[in-house]
């Protein structure tokens, strides 16, 4: 009976060295829909795995897209650039909009405002 305790703890110590994210903030995040009553452990698990390789993927992606102006670092503009420029995270550009200063943004409205006084 021992060995079968000691063989879950072991595999429950490996899974939890499998990933990096809190659990428990994955859990909080999942509880908030409304559509969400009960959470599966193994769903858990693995919607905390997969949260981490998207995350791993979105980065090494930006990393390798990165303006090379520092060696090893990964800054929010070349998230913002693999948004923008990629098929597959296209979806994150509301998430990750590129940074504008306010001069270029007030200008760009301006501009708006005067096309749309043309008509």
Known sequence: MSQTNSGKDSQASET???ISLPISRVRLIMKSSPDVSSI???ALFL???ATELFVQHLALTSFN???QTEANSLDY???AKTAEES?????LTDIL?????A???????EEIQDEDSDF
């Open 65 to 67: 897209n990165r303006s």
């Open 87 to 91: 098929d597959t995270f296209h979806f």
């Open 16 to 18: 939890k060295k499998a």
């Open 77 to 79: 503009s070349d998230l």
């Open 47 to 49: 919607t905390t795995k």
């Open 40 to 42: 599966n452990q193994d």
């Open 103 to 109: 001069q270029d943004y007030l200008k760009s409205l």
């Open 97 to 101: 909009p590129k940074k504008i200063l």
